[in-house]
């Protein structure tokens, strides 16, 4: 079994890269607090693909370093709970804190030699997940363009000082020359590019686009998809919140229940949840509107 204790604080979402790949027998522990360390949509994503168990505590503050002592008192009342239930473990704290490393080393020299740390869990396990990169589009054409123009100028400078001022001289016409042909090749693409934009439009009677379908769903560009929660699970959370507390919720805040009860193990970690993945004013006053369904819900999720 490992057991990951992530300083949310110091890594933020970059410490769960990785979490897709922990098994059942794995634990997770997030150390945040609060609102000053609201998750991002990406980072709920990927917690909900793991199938490790993980808890989300709300670390007290008002102290320097507070967070950071708290993570290690944790971690020392599991690794002696777990010695003296003979349960087998290694730790890993998720940090690039080095302060931690000194704490490590001492407990090493007392025969504590299974704790280590490491900057994501991916980093630790060999298995980092990959997110998807959004690249920004452009001219490919354009793009070569720029790299030609950048490999030449180093080919000329290669060359000395005398010969790079004849080669700027001696293109200097033939530059001329290629933005004249330049002109005309994007004429004619852009009458071209209004051709094939009027053909689009001209679509069959009762037939509807896709960006006037896109219109009619009110669905913006660049918006990211809101979390699902799975189609059993968020029936058994919309009947057992609508039974229980007379309201209806959006998928979104399904997903966001459906997550907390996986990552809770007690009625304050599942409040905790929501201030850390909402924020402090949105998250409470969630939580407060669905908290009698708690004890139902989480027979019926585990």
Same mark, same amino acid.
């Given at each position: 079994?490992?057991?990951?204790?992530?300083?949310?604080?110091?890594?933020?979402? @970059?410490?769960?890269? $990785?979490?897709?790949?922990?098994?059942?027998?794995?634990?997770?522990?997030?150390?945040?607090? $609060?609102?000053?360390?609201?998750? =991002?949509?990406?980072?709920?994503?990927?917690?909900?693909?793991?199938?490790?168990?993980?808890?989300?505590?709300?670390?007290?503050?008002?102290?320097?370093? @507070?967070?950071?002592?708290?993570?290690?008192?944790?971690?020392?009342?599991? &690794?002696?709970?777990?010695?003296?239930?003979?349960?087998?473990?290694?730790?890993?704290?998720?940090?690039?804190?080095?302060?931690?490393?000194? @704490?490590?080393?001492?407990?090493?020299?007392?025969?504590?030699?299974?704790?280590?740390?490491?900057?994501?869990?991916?980093?630790? #396990?060999?298995?980092?997940? &990959?997110?998807?990169?959004?690249?920004?589009?452009?001219?490919?054409?354009?793009?070569?363009?720029?790299?030609?123009?950048?490999?030449?100028?180093?080919?000329?400078?290669?060359?000395?000082? /005398?010969?790079? &001022?004849? +080669?700027?001289?001696?293109? /200097?016409?033939?530059?001329?020359?290629? =933005?004249?042909?330049?002109?005309?090749?994007?004429? #004619?693409?852009?009458?071209?590019?209004? #051709?094939?934009?009027?053909?689009?439009?001209?679509?069959?009677?009762?037939?509807?686009?896709?960006?006037?379908?896109?219109?009619?769903?009110?669905?913006?560009?660049?918006?990211?998809?809101?979390?699902?929660?799975?189609?059993?699970?968020?029936?058994?959370?919309?009947?057992?919140?609508? +039974?229980?507390?007379?309201?209806?919720?959006?998928?979104?805040?399904? +997903?966001?229940?459906?997550?907390?009860?996986?990552?809770?193990?007690?009625?304050?970690?599942?409040?905790?949840?929501?201030?850390?993945?909402? $924020?402090?004013?949105?998250?409470? @006053?969630?939580?407060?509107?669905?908290?009698?369904?708690?004890?139902?819900?989480?027979?019926?999720?585990?």
């Amino acid at each position: 079994m490992r057991i990951y204790y992530i300083d949310y604080e110091n890594v933020k979402g @970059a410490g769960t890269e $990785g979490i897709d790949g922990l098994s059942v027998d794995d634990r997770v522990k997030i150390f945040a607090k $609060g609102k000053s360390d609201a998750m =991002k949509f990406d980072d709920i994503k990927l917690i909900m693909t793991s199938k490790a168990k993980v808890v989300i505590d709300d670390v007290v503050t008002g102290t320097k370093n @507070a967070l950071d002592f708290q993570l290690l008192a944790d971690l020392l009342v599991d &690794v002696f709970d777990n010695r003296k239930a003979n349960v087998s473990a290694r730790y890993c704290i998720i940090s690039k804190d080095k302060g931690y490393d000194p @704490a490590i080393l001492q407990m090493k020299k007392r025969g504590i030699d299974c704790v280590t740390r490491a900057e994501s869990i991916g980093a630790d #396990t060999g298995s980092a997940a &990959v997110r998807p990169q959004i690249q920004k589009t452009g001219n490919p054409d354009a793009q070569a363009g720029k790299v030609r123009t950048a490999k030449g100028s180093v080919q000329k400078n290669a060359g000395g000082s /005398a010969a790079s &001022v004849s +080669a700027v001289k001696s293109s /200097a016409p033939e530059a001329q020359s290629r =933005k004249v042909q330049s002109r005309k090749v994007q004429s #004619t693409g852009s009458q071209t590019q209004n #051709t094939n934009n009027q053909k689009a439009q001209a679509v069959k009677p009762g037939v509807r686009s896709v960006s006037e379908e896109t219109k009619s769903q009110g669905v913006r560009s660049g918006r990211k998809p809101a979390p699902v929660a799975p189609e059993n699970e968020g029936r058994i959370i919309r009947e057992g919140i609508k +039974a229980k507390c007379n309201i209806d919720i959006t998928e979104p805040q399904v +997903a966001h229940v459906y997550l907390a009860l996986k990552t809770s193990d007690s009625k304050n970690a599942f409040y905790n949840y929501f201030r850390t993945a909402m $924020g402090e004013v949105k998250g409470r @006053a969630f939580y407060k509107s669905i908290r009698s369904s708690f004890e139902d819900l989480r027979n019926k999720i585990r």
